[in-house]
């Protein structure tokens, strides 16, 4: 079993940074995080969840969308368990809950399908 919670978000305006972090529990993953990746999602009212990035639990391998590319970074802090999303050079269009999501499996997912677990979500609102 694994709990996922975020933290981090808020108002932020259009070229300004802002840094998401998800802490990750459990029994399962505190044993052995073999295998496991996990993600952050973001949807906006009225639109599907959609990918933003991935991370393996090693952090050593990560992919963000084509839409982040250049400007936001995933990132797994071994010292406090924890993953992070660097957002910066944040746009309108970045507006929306960002969730936090994690899977057993031997490699890298982006679709919500392959994620097992999720955690509430945080607010991100970009404004000018």
């Known amino acids: 079993q694994v709990q996922l919670v975020e933290s981090g978000g808020g108002l932020v305006q259009v070229g300004g940074s802002l840094r998401l972090s998800c802490a990750a529990t459990g029994s399962t993953l505190e044993a052995s995080g073999l295998g496991w990746f996990l993600g952050w999602f973001r949807q906006a009212p009225g639109k599907e969840r959609e990918f933003v990035a991935t991370?393996?639990?090693?952090?050593?391998?990560?992919t963000n969308a084509d839409s982040v590319k250049g400007r936001f970074t995933i990132s797994k802090d071994n010292a406090n368990n924890t993953v992070t999303l660097q957002m910066n050079n944040l746009k309108s269009e970045d507006t929306a809950v960002y969730y936090c999501?994690?899977?057993?499996?031997?490699?890298?997912?982006?679709?919500?399908?392959?994620?097992?677990?999720w955690g509430q979500g945080t607010q991100v609102t970009v404004s000018s």
């Open positions: 991370i393996s639990w090693s952090g050593l391998l990560r």
């Open positions: 999501a994690a899977a057993a499996g031997p490699r890298l997912a982006e679709s919500v399908r392959a994620y097992d677990y």
